[in-house]
């Protein structure tokens, strides 16, 4: 990879500054301040948190925050997982367990190259971290593309928040020195668009599907979630997203049912 030209402070590299930490409601303070070192120490320096605790920027955040304070007093502050994802086209979620078949899964490294190729080509891209005990939601599971999972003893799996984040953001680094891995040829894909035009699709078709008396509003999750893989695999771009759009209105409007 080319390094000429690289700049000092690596938040200012235009590769590393399209990817960004998500942690929702993390617990303490402590973890947010260890997750913001964490980060700058692999050239990272844009975390978003959701729905934080009052004091999450606090002495104890700064204590372990020590050389990244920077990194912490510049951190986005959401009240929920949609809004923190809204501009990123790959959304991968840590996870601390292999799940069930209904998300795409990727190892670590394979993940951290995914998402550098991702941040190379101009996106922006989102590392998910859930609550220190209890991980992400299934809800906040389909709004990732793909689960990505640091292997760990099975004696003593669990990881602290900011050590989790330190490995993915060195695999990350990792890749900005040129150490890159191929992509996994076994990710079924994700969108070109950003999170909120691909959600904003998703609640039309859905909108749709209701009227035509196709799903019911209030069941159905199952069959939500494989509508999401399935785009999810085809890898929309914004021309392909407003054809489909175009084509829901259409069948709206001769349903009369159109706004």
Not at 17 to 22: A, G, K, M, N
Not at 76 to 95: F, K, Q, T
Not at 126 to 144: H, I, M, P, W, Y
């Amino acid at each position: 990879m080319e390094t000429a030209g690289r700049p000092d402070n690596h938040c200012d590299d235009p590769q590393l500054s399209r990817l960004r930490i998500v942690l929702v409601e993390p617990s303490h303070p402590g973890n947010i301040g260890g997750v913001a070192r964490a980060m700058k120490n692999m050239g990272l320096c844009r975390l978003a948190l959701v729905n934080p605790p009052a004091d999450w920027a606090g002495e104890q955040a700064r204590v372990r925050a020590t050389s990244a304070l920077d990194v912490l007093q510049q951190a986005e502050v959401h009240d929920a997982l949609e809004s923190a994802i809204a501009p990123c086209s790959l959304v991968l979620g840590a996870s601390a367990r292999m799940r069930s078949s209904r998300w795409p899964q990727l190892p670590v490294d394979e993940a951290a190259a995914l998402a550098f190729a991702r941040a190379q080509e101009g996106g922006q891209v989102a590392l998910v971290f859930g609550r220190e005990k209890s991980g992400l939601t299934n809800g906040e599971l389909d709004l990732c593309h793909a689960l990505l999972h640091i292997p760990t003893n099975p004696a003593c799996s669990s990881l602290n928040l900011a050590a989790a984040v330190q490995v993915v953001a060195w695999e990350v680094y990792q890749c900005w020195l040129g150490n890159e891995k191929p992509v996994s040829s076994t990710f079924e894909g994700a969108p070109r668009v950003s999170a909120e035009v691909m959600e904003g699709f998703y609640d039309h078709l859905f909108t749709l599907l209701e009227q035509v008396e196709f799903m019911d509003p209030k069941q159905n999750e199952h069959f939500r979630r494989r509508m999401r893989k399935l785009f999810h695999r085809a890898g929309l771009n914004q021309k392909e997203v407003d054809i489909l759009r175009g084509i829901f209105r259409a069948c709206q409007r001769k349903l009369g049912v159109l706004d």
